[in-house]
């Protein structure tokens, strides 16, 4: 038994009543719109009371007749426009602003419904509406009220009969899109249905109203304009285009019809917020409640079928109402059964008023969710009727003592669970309000797909729900199935059997099953199989695959830190499955004739893995995955996947690693060029990859750069060939300033060998430039310290640093430390090599320039000798020795005479006589006599210049004698009033010094300027000086020259000693510096 409240309802419904709202008269009618509520009452009396302010509240009397009535009360949606309809059949029309003015063409008319245009933003014009009436007929009006006109008793109105039904009007509703719709094309005609309702019956008209430039015409209309221009023929009107097919044919119209009749009805439509127009309606008959979607899509589609239908031809396009239903009246048991006075539609549900009482029922399931007494809330009194504010969706209920609300909170509450029941799993998941509800919503889902075979579907929902992973996993693991019949009354073939190799074992018999028509199969097709899914490539897998993606998302996008170890868990089960699927599918397609729907089988489930592994879901987990991957890629022999998949997170070294297992030299080879980043590998494969490519391999070592120890690779280098060894050891020394002394001892190694061999061209120059860039100049010192220091034999020098001599080790070690290589390392290379110019200039740099002499000369290389004594760090002696050297070689070895006097004009330290005891014993003269005469005239100019040099120096002694005579008669001339430049006192006054530059001084004053310049023992002799000079004054002219000395040397302001002191500080510490400050403080 059901009770009086709340019934099967988890939303809140309750009655408010509007305890301020009590008229004196009792309340005839009533709207609320705007959330302003208009009423009639008995008095005649017009109320409007705005419902957020009860200060604005007013009253307007109707009529002054006592014996009328109001018939019905309208009001537009904006609370604008108002239209009272008395039971006399005079008809009165307003605005919020003006006094009630009659209608004068709508005389002895009742009226019973009026449908606004909702469009209209005008406050003095209602544009076109349509006016139902009591006896059946429809007309087109258009209301104004002037200001200006306010005498007037009168209103101004534009009027027209559209069409007479067969009983009275009840109620008007229209489903137009608004005009500048985006779904209505610019230009073309506009489509409009408009809903009449009788007591027992439901019209439906529809056509094309003005052309959207018509439209925006009349939206300037005024009150004055509007009856010229009808009458004029410039304004058919709004809906006449409607309702003239249908005049002329009455049987063109849609009619719904029911047997029983109230004798009154009411249909109201919902829109909702979102939407351009109504979208259900709800019709309160004598059956019971007809209820239906509007399909406000026929609209637009027939718009483009009408522009050739006749204007005497109504229009026939499919019907306005879909999903219809009959909804019986809910009764209680031991309720009183009464009639029902009218109905409110809202999103859900249809409320139905009583006179005694309210009832809420749900459209969806047609349950009765709510039903209460009204009296309490109205005042005592009876319910008049039921409306809605069409803004804000609030449902009033209307009595004759009061107003009261209809409450409702969380409407939509039961509607998610209501639709899950139909099926209906879509539009359930759009109710639901928390995750419970989804999770059930996706649950019923997910099994109702499973039961039909579309597993893949049912995988995807399954891994949104919370039901246990291993559950589901099993589940498909052991679904061998592709898919099952579809929903549909034409199944698209049952019987698809697959084979091991996934083609249809009887392909004809497929085709013939086929449904005859491509569109139905299509869309069956596409019913039965998930977008994205090719029905060809379909494996008992698929559905596996499919959770487990799904599944994967979903941890991934979990804040618990749990969820990464599951996600890389179904990460690599996926992984698996496609690998497997990867290497199946190579199998086949290595067989001979294989069919070509196999390698593009490959090629998908191949293009799926690396979707997989290359999406951002993967990404986030890939740093825990890596591993795990590379191994299955490994165990499943993928070596195409395994590359692609090392170049997708750019582990390059897992990739060198892979190509170097397999043997793929070239390819590590070109990785590791590519990549200088895995620059550890090319140690652990050096020696490896020497053989393949050297010069690539080196190309990799120098774009590696510092990431790279060049010692480190000493022993692969010796495997290289000379060419590419030495261009990496340049590289080396010269880029990466490497100091490693093995490292430079290979490339003078590789220098000396390539010289020897003649390998390369002007190797011995390079290696001469390198030694002249890496030997310090000091070497020769450090040498000769080392040698003197730790008393080492230099008999034979060479083999000291060669390291043949005990003790050579000792200096070799202490040299060590100023070059990036051992000398005597090079020494030894360079002289078993044969290099001798390296050798040479190694033994110049030691000192040992006999050595160097001798080493050449001993390769018979005179000139590179001769190169060598010309060193300008030669004394003179050792110059001449050395030429005297080469001078034996070229005589006693060459007995070449030509040569021999060759050197004699070469060098300026060798003389005839140095060279005459080298020659044999029987030389003639003759061939000497140009060289001897050459040697006498160079013996008379030596003379000669001799000569001039001493004449020139008798000279200069005659010239200084002469000056010091003058000297010892000079003298000064000062003035008698001449002031020592020092104290400013009279010169004459003590024993003074004058200077040829003008400055006086006298003696104790140039000894007190004096003394700071002296050093410490000038300054003890002169203080002796001046005390014997004090103590006994006969002694003044004895060390007069001493004194002078010390003193008068020069002049203490402007002379040397003036000079040198520019630089020097005013005081000598900063004491001193206070100390001056103080006083001047």
Not at 144 to 149: I, K, P
Not at 655 to 678: I, N, R
Not at 870 to 877: C, G, M, T
Request: aromatic share 8%.
């Amino acid at each position: 038994m059901m009770s009086d409240n709340s019934i099967c309802s988890e939303a809140s419904y309750s009655l408010q009543a509007l305890g301020w709202f009590r008229p004196a008269a009792h309340i005839t009618h009533a709207v609320v719109t705007s959330d302003i509520l208009f009423a009639t009452t008995t008095a005649n009396i017009l109320i409007k009371a705005t419902l957020s302010d009860r200060s604005d509240y007013s009253e307007t009397e109707i009529s002054h007749l006592s014996d009328d009535r109001v018939h019905n009360l309208f009001v537009d949606p904006r609370g604008c426009h108002i239209i009272v309809s008395m039971q006399s059949g005079t008809n009165f029309y307003t605005t919020r602003k003006l006094k009630l003015k009659q209608i004068s063409k709508a005389k002895d008319l009742l009226f019973n419904a009026v449908l606004w245009n909702q469009y209209n933003e005008s406050e003095t014009t209602t544009q076109e509406i349509l006016i139902g009436t009591d006896d059946g007929v429809i007309y087109e009006a258009m209301l104004s009220s002037s200001e200006d006109r306010f005498l007037s008793s009168t209103v101004e109105s534009l009027w027209r009969e559209l069409i007479t039904l067969d009983n009275s009007l009840t109620s008007l509703a229209a489903v137009r899109y608004p005009p500048g719709s985006a779904l209505v094309p610019v230009g073309e005609p506009q489509m409009c249905a408009v809903l009449a309702t009788t007591a027992g019956r439901l019209y439906q008209f529809s056509g094309c109203i003005q052309p959207p430039d018509a439209l925006s015409a009349r939206m300037y209309i005024t009150a004055q304009s509007a009856a010229a221009a009808l009458r004029e023929g410039y304004l058919p009107g709004l809906y006449a285009s409607i309702f003239e097919a249908y005049e002329r044919n009455s049987a063109g119209s849609k009619c719904i019809e029911f047997p029983m009749s109230y004798g009154y009805s009411d249909l109201k439509v919902y829109q909702r917020p979102e939407d351009e127009v109504p979208s259900r309606f709800a019709w309160l008959t004598a059956s019971g409640l007809y209820c239906g979607h509007l399909e406000s899509s026929c609209l637009l589609d027939s718009g483009s079928s009408t522009a050739g239908t006749g204007a005497d031809q109504p229009f026939r396009s499919a019907s306005l109402t879909s999903h219809t239903k009959l909804i019986a009246y809910p009764t209680a048991a031991g309720e009183h059964l009464s009639l029902p006075l009218g109905i409110a539609l809202t999103a859900f549900h249809v409320v139905v008023a009583y006179a005694d009482r309210v009832k809420v029922i749900n459209t969806l399931d047609d349950r009765l969710v709510f039903s209460a007494r009204t009296p309490d809330q109205l005042g005592g009194g009876q319910t008049n009727s039921i409306c809605q504010d069409p803004v804000t969706g609030r449902v009033w209920v209307v009595g004759n003592k009061g107003v009261c609300q209809l409450a409702v909170e969380n409407e939509d509450a039961r509607i998610w669970r209501i639709y899950l029941e139909r099926g209906e799993f879509e539009e359930a998941r759009k109710f639901c309000k928390n995750a419970e509800h989804l999770e059930r919503v996706n649950c019923r889902e997910a099994e109702y797909l499973f039961s039909r075979g579309d597993y893949v579907r049912s995988a995807q929902l399954f891994a949104e729900t919370s039901t246990p992973f291993e559950e589901i996993a099993l589940r498909f693991s052991q679904t061998s199935v592709l898919a099952s019949q579809a929903a549909s009354k034409t199944p698209i073939t049952e019987g698809i059997a697959l084979t091991e190799e996934y083609l249809y074992e009887d392909a004809e018999a497929a085709v013939d099953n086929l449904p005859d028509s491509t569109e139905e199969a299509d869309q069956e097709a596409d019913n039965l199989i998930p977008v994205g899914i090719n029905l060809q490539l379909m494996t008992p897998s698929t559905p596996l695959k499919a959770f487990l993606r799904a599944r994967l998302e979903r941890l991934i996008k979990s804040p618990a830190a749990a969820s990464v170890g599951q996600a890389s868990i179904v990460a690599v089960w996926l992984i698996e499955l496609l690998l497997g699927e990867i290497g199946l599918l190579e199998d086949r397609c290595s067989k001979v004739n294989a069919p070509a729907v196999h390698r593009e089988e490959l090629l998908d489930v191949r293009k799926e893995f690396r979707h997989l592994i290359t999406s951002d879901l993967v990404k986030t987990i890939m740093p825990s995955l890596k591993s795990l991957i590379y191994q299955l890629l490994t165990s499943h022999g993928n070596h195409e996947d395994f590359v692609f998949f090392a170049k997708t997170v750019g582990d390059h070294a897992e990739l060198v690693d892979h190509y170097m297992s397999l043997g793929m030299y070239t390819e590590a080879l070109f990785t590791l060029s590519a990549h200088p980043s895995c620059a550890n590998l090319h140690l652990k494969y050096a020696v490896q990859l020497s053989s393949c490519d050297p010069k690539t391999l080196v190309d990799a070592w120098i774009r590696a750069g510092q990431r790279l120890d060049p010692s480190r690779l000493l022993p692969t280098i010796l495997l290289l060939p000379n060419e590419e060894a030495t261009r990496y050891l340049e590289f080396a020394v010269d880029q990466l300033h490497c100091s490693n002394q093995a490292v430079h001892h290979q490339l003078i190694m590789l220098y000396a060998s390539a010289a020897a061999s003649a390998e390369l061209p002007n190797i011995e120059v390079r290696l001469l430039d390198y030694l002249a860039r890496f030997t310090t100049p000091n070497l020769c010192d450090v040498f000769s310290d080392v040698v003197r220091n730790a008393g080492l034999d230099l008999s034979d020098p060479v083999k000291v640093l060669t390291g043949d001599a005990s003790s050579g080790s000792t200096a070799l070690k202490i040299i060590e430390p100023g070059m990036p290589y051992d000398p005597g390392f090079a020494l030894r290379i360079s002289m078993e090599k044969g290099c001798l110019r390296s050798t040479v200039f190694l033994l110049k740099s030691l000192g040992l320039y006999e050595q160097a002499v001798q080493e050449a000369l001993d390769k018979n290389n005179v000139d590179l000798a001769k190169e060598i004594v010309n060193s300008e760090a030669l004394e003179v002696d050792t110059q001449r020795a050395l030429w005297l050297r080469i001078a034996r070689h070229v005589i006693s070895d060459k007995s070449n005479l030509q040569e021999a006097t060759a050197l004699l004009r070469e060098s300026s330290h060798l003389s005839l006589e140095d060279v005459f005891p080298l020659f044999p014993d029987f030389v003639t003269i003759d061939q000497f006599k140009e060289i001897i005469c050459e040697s006498l005239d160079a013996y008379s100019s030596q003379i000669e210049q001799l000569k001039a040099e001493m004449r020139a120096t008798v000279d200069s002694t005659n010239e200084i004698r002469a000056q010091l005579t003058d000297l010892k008669s000079h003298f000064e001339i000062i003035p008698e009033n001449a002031r020592c430049t020092h104290c400013l006192y009279a010169l004459a006054l003590r024993t003074f010094y004058v200077f040829p530059c003008g400055h006086f001084f006298h003696t104790d004053c140039l000894m007190n300027l004096v003394r700071p310049h002296l050093d410490p023992q000038d300054n003890l002799r002169l203080a002796e000086l001046y005390n014997m000079t004090e103590a006994d004054s006969s002694a003044i002219q004895q060390f007069r020259a001493q004194f002078d000395e010390l003193v008068a040397k020069d002049c203490v302001l402007c002379g040397q000693v003036a000079i040198e002191d520019t630089d020097s500080l005013f005081f000598a510490n900063s004491e001193a510096y206070q100390a001056e400050l103080n006083v001047w403080t």
